[in-house]
């Protein structure tokens, strides 16, 4: 979960306020607390899709110990007819009195408006259909929903699966939370999960650390590689330095001195030269 969720905090980080459309200047109503909480926000939400790729990699490695074969999840496309590649959440089989494929749509939870619903739902077909040209009958299909304490849309997805049921003759379920453990016969594990769950989030900070010189080695370690681009972005934008922005993350300037001791050395190209121009500008500046 740590891995998936909050690896590279820092570089997404940056990435969002070199990128932050929001007008930050002498006329704008936003101050230095203000650019950097939206910032924070965009942070946090990023986390949240981060929090539903883990949810994807737990359930993969439950497949596994429950003796299932979880197969690539990205299917590539068919020459023959151009169709996009399709990543599946959830793609296994197992053989037991004739192999069984399974495939999953898995969200977090089902909270989606009328247009996103019907997304989600022709997301799903897309993948059914592919899917059913390879395996036939011997194909179930699954709509999951991790929380389940937002089942919004419930009876929209089971009336709409039990259509397509009649139309492939296939088994197609709509499930949330412990309904998926049941149905692998593994129910009893879905409290110990909300238990270690519970445990992990108590351990949690409230916000990111966003003063990058609490520990500038680390901080230098995860962010040196960032992309060209987004070092031009921030080191190029007099009112993220002017306005305290820059300051307020590289308080001390450690983390950035290490940054200009990268940009300089020798085997560096021309953009990592002009980098370290501006860098060495802001130094002198704002420290």
């Not at 077909?125 to 179930?140: D, N, Q, S």
């Not at 009876?155 to 492939?168: G, H, I």
């Not at 949690?204 to 060209?228: C, G, Q």
């Not at 290490?258 to 500008?281: C, G, I, N, V």
């Amino acid at each position: 979960m740590n891995e998936q969720i909050f690896r590279e905090d820092k570089k997404k980080l940056l990435r969002i306020i070199a990128s932050q459309e929001l007008y930050f200047g002498d006329f704008s109503l936003l101050n230095s607390q203000i650019f950097l909480g939206s910032c924070l926000q965009h942070l946090l939400q990023s986390r949240e899709i981060r929090f539903g790729d883990a949810m994807e990699e737990l359930i993969s490695e439950l497949l596994r110990e429950w003796g299932f074969k979880v197969l690539p999840k990205i299917i590539l496309p068919d020459a023959a007819n151009k169709r996009k590649r399709l990543e599946i959440d959830q793609y296994f089989t197992k053989s037991e009195g004739g192999e069984v494929f399974y495939f999953i749509e898995q969200k977090v939870r089902d909270d989606h408006d009328s247009t996103k619903k019907k997304g989600q739902l022709n997301n799903f077909e897309a993948k059914l259909e592919f899917l059913y040209k390879k395996h036939g009958e011997r194909l179930e299909g699954i709509m999951y929903f991790v929380d389940p304490d937002l089942s919004k849309n419930r009876n929209f997805y089971a009336e709409e699966l039990k259509k397509m049921e009649e139309t492939y003759g296939l088994k197609l379920e709509i499930l949330y939370g412990k309904e998926l453990f049941e149905y692998f016969g593994r129910g009893e594990l879905w409290e110990a999960i909300l238990e270690w769950l519970g445990e992990w989030k108590e351990g949690l900070p409230e916000l990111p650390e966003i003063n990058f010189d609490t520990s500038p080695r680390e901080s230098f370690e995860e962010i040196k590689d960032l992309e060209v681009r987004y070092w031009r972005r921030i080191l190029g934008n007099e009112r993220l330095w002017e306005g305290g922005i820059m300051k307020a993350i590289f308080r001390e300037g450690e983390t950035l001195r290490s940054l200009l001791e990268f940009f300089r050395l020798e085997e560096q190209d021309l953009a990592h030269e002009r980098l370290a121009e501006l860098l060495t500008q802001r130094l002198k500046e704002f420290y």
